[in-house]
Every structure is written in structure tokens, then in C-alpha cells.
Nanobody
Framework: QVHLVESGGGLVQPGGSLRLSCAAS????????MGWYRQAPGKQRVMVAR???????SYADSVKGRFTISRDNAKNTVYLQMNSLKPEDAAVYYC?????????WGQGTQVTVSS
């Protein structure tokens, strides 16, 4: 069983920044693909960013150039740096783990973007 703990969500104004963190335990973190997804009210959960074990990244078009995903294998942690936040970025953000033992989701952390 993989346990994912997310943190860093909160309320920010448009144009502001947040940094989300996701710590994984009970996992082979270094060889897992990690990702961030988000789900806004009334919408489906969608992929925001992913990072492979080798550090290759990919982003949804809606966040490309504004968000950056990174990982620290020594800390078993993945991060999402979110800059230039827009109201449409408001959602619950979920950490995702995909490894040999299966796929897992974090509890989610709320991001609110409002003036």
C-alpha cells in the first residue's frame, strides 16, 4: 500500500503562486511516474502535470509555461510550483503515483484562486 500526503493548497489572488507537495511512503518512489491532477466542481478529474523516474515532464496545455513539476527522490516527494494563477485553476489537486505495485491517489488539497 502506497500512502500519499499532499500539502500546500490554499487561497491566493489571481496572479499569485502556490507550491504543492506530495510525500509518498511505502513505495518504490524513485522508479514511479508521479503526477498532479485536478478536479473543479462539476468537472472531470484531469491531468495537470507528470514526471517520469528519469525526470521527463509533461503538462496540460492550460498550465504549460506557468506550472512546474519536480521531484526529490531522496525525500520521496513530488512538487508542483504554480505561478500566475488564474481563477480557472481553482480545483482540488490530487497527487498520483504509478509504479510496479499499482496506482494510488492522494486525498487532495484545495486550491482557491479569487480576488
Amino acid at each position: 500500500q502506497v500512502h500519499l500526503v499532499e500539502s500546500g493548497g490554499g487561497l491566493v489572488q489571481p496572479g499569485g503562486s502556490l507550491r504543492l507537495s506530495c510525500a509518498a511512503s511505502g513505495s518504490l518512489f524513485s522508479i514511479a511516474v508521479m503526477g498532479w491532477y485536478r478536479q473543479a466542481p462539476g468537472k472531470q478529474r484531469v491531468m495537470v502535470a507528470r514526471i517520469t523516474s528519469g525526470g521527463s515532464t509533461s503538462y496540460a496545455d492550460s498550465v504549460k509555461g506557468r506550472f512546474t513539476i519536480s521531484r526529490d527522490n531522496a525525500k520521496n516527494t513530488v512538487y508542483l510550483q504554480m505561478n500566475s494563477l488564474k481563477p480557472e485553476d481553482a480545483a482540488v489537486y490530487y497527487c498520483n503515483y504509478a509504479g510496479y505495485e499499482g496506482g494510488y491517489w492522494g486525498q487532495g488539497t484545495q486550491v482557491t484562486v479569487s480576488s
